[in-house]
């Protein structure tokens, strides 16, 4: 069973959300996610200061295998990518919610959050999709 | 229906994720596919097969049969157990597929073909086999191993017996030899040393377990792509199909030309497009960026024309993008490719990419 941290919020495409508690957020994709694309060879984050609307995809993932879209779990504007895994996107795989994190972004509406899974129905997701 | 070789159990013992693949289930790796192709490169890796058609043509017309179906020309093989790589072509200069023949005696030549065109190689092997006296084998009790790696030979010789090791060493390359029920070939799908071997379902397994007891990494269709395409190996339906002839897809070498009178299947369609010249040709690119390339990528060269991806990857070895593609003739040593609205450049080079490990490129 693929790790699904309790503190941290997800979509149902995928990604993760971390609250950093001041009107930000870290976003990746999960264990699940890079499991099912298996070894990272290109990261491609979305640019700071643009602006877009929720499930919008701002970001691409590249596994030896495919092309994936990532995306904005909320609304916001881009405030950082991981600029890191341009020379290392291997640490997607390695360590998905930690050093793998892809972008934070500044919420547009912070109550936004609500609309996220929780862990316990991602993980129900997961095993359904198994 | 899909089918299991008889290393399905070995496969998911080792924890490999297993996927679809021309009618068969197959290890797409066993974990990290990057890592299972490092280890061929730099050490030994092995691959299931099985999957792969065996057919073994046997009586007094199989020379002259194999000598009408192929477009390279089976009179070349003069020491028994020596290959051949070769297209079958149709009417039209298409690939029906392309595979290995072993010359074993004038009357008796081993034919491996893909495992995707089975059904319609067989068809076709039958519908022209009428106007020869041949037999045509399907060996479904066969599996096949492919051991492949600068090591890779040397820990495979540990399975034989004395006296088989002996002949199995002194293979050169694209030669074969039957040891007992082991069929040993010095051939391979990677760019590296190594051996394909053929044997019984029944041993395979065990034959399995002692390469991996062995040292020799089990690596699953993942990895064995990104190796064939660092080695600038095509890969049917997806770099030629039937609508491609051998000149659009890079093959032109392995269409035996001489001696003239030999009549082949394609032979008139093939001959007019040489005399006319291709309107594309066949190239490997490199990306100059970050990013990476991917089979149906358009290609974009300016004052030229247009053309397309037919496979790309990220080289593991080389830490770039790289790919073949299909172009107007007249590109030259750079192109243009489309990703994602963007238009990149790339460098235009003659394949192999890699080859026993090492860098082809500039």
New interface residues.
């Given amino acids: 069973m693929s790790d699904i941290p309790a503190e941290l919020k997800y979509t149902r495409s995928h990604e993760w959300v971390r609250d950093n508690g001041d009107g930000t957020v870290t976003v990746g994709i999960t264990q699940h996610a890079q499991e099912l694309l298996?070894?990272l060879?290109?990261v491609?984050p979305p640019e700071v200061g643009s602006s877009y609307a929720a499930a919008e995809a701002c970001a691409?993932v590249?596994s030896?295998?495919?092309?994936s879209d990532v995306y904005t779990p909320v609304a916001g504007e881009i405030i950082e990518g991981n600029n890191a895994l341009?020379d290392a996107p291997?640490q997607v795989n390695q360590d998905a919610y930690g050093e793998g994190w892809l972008f934070k972004l500044k919420l547009a509406n912070a109550d936004d959050l609500g609309n996220l899974m929780d862990a316990d129905s991602y993980t129900a997701q997961v095993e359904a999709e198994a | 229906m899909t089918q299991r070789t008889a290393l399905y159990d070995a496969h998911v013992a080792s924890g490999a994720r297993m996927v679809d693949f021309g009618g068969w289930i197959m290890p797409l790796h066993y974990g990290s596919q990057l890592e299972e192709h490092h280890q061929v490169r730099k050490d030994a890796g092995m691959f299931d097969t099985s999957h792969m058609t065996v057919v073994d043509v046997e009586g007094t017309g199989a020379k002259a049969y194999l000598q009408y179906l192929f477009a390279n020309d089976v009179a070349k093989l003069k020491t028994p157990g020596k290959a051949l790589y070769s297209c079958m072509l149709n009417e039209q200069a298409g690939v029906i597929d392309d595979l290995i023949t072993y010359y074993l005696s004038d009357t008796f030549y081993r034919v491996v073909v893909n495992a995707a065109t089975r059904e319609k190689d067989i068809a076709w092997l039958q519908r022209q086999a009428k106007a020869f006296e041949v037999n045509l084998i399907e060996r479904n009790e066969l599996s096949m191993i492919a051991i492949q790696g600068p090591n890779a030979r040397n820990k495979a010789l540990g399975l034989l017996t004395d006296e088989d090791r002996v002949t199995a060493q002194a293979l050169k390359p694209f030669s074969a030899a039957q040891l007992g029920d082991l069929f040993v070939a010095r051939t391979g799908y990677t760019g590296e040393d190594g051996f394909e071997v053929i044997l019984p379902n029944a041993r395979a397994a065990d034959f399995w377990r002692g390469l991996v007891a062995a040292g020799v990494q089990p690596a699953g269709l993942g990895a064995r792509d990104t190796l064939r395409l660092e080695a600038g190996m095509n890969l049917y339906g997806t770099d030629m199909d039937e609508s491609i002839t051998p000149l659009e897809c890079g093959l032109s070498w392995t269409v035996a030309w001489e001696p003239v009178e030999r009549e082949f299947i394609g032979r008139a369609a093939i001959e007019a497009q040489r005399a006319a010249g291709p309107a594309c040709k066949f190239v490997g690119l490199v990306l100059e960026g970050k990013g990476v390339l991917r089979g149906h990528q358009k290609v974009v060269v300016a004052g030229v024309g247009e053309g397309e991806i037919t496979s790309g990857t990220f080289s593991p070895t080389l830490k770039v993008a790289i790919a073949m593609a299909r172009v107007p003739a007249a590109t030259g040593d750079q192109c243009q490719v489309e990703i994602r609205g963007k238009l990149l450049t790339a460098k235009v080079v003659k394949p192999p990419f890699v080859r026993n490990g090492k860098s082809c490129l500039d």
Avoid: H, N, P, S
């Fill in positions: 298996g070894d060879v290109f491609e691409v590249e030896v295998k495919a092309a341009a291997e």
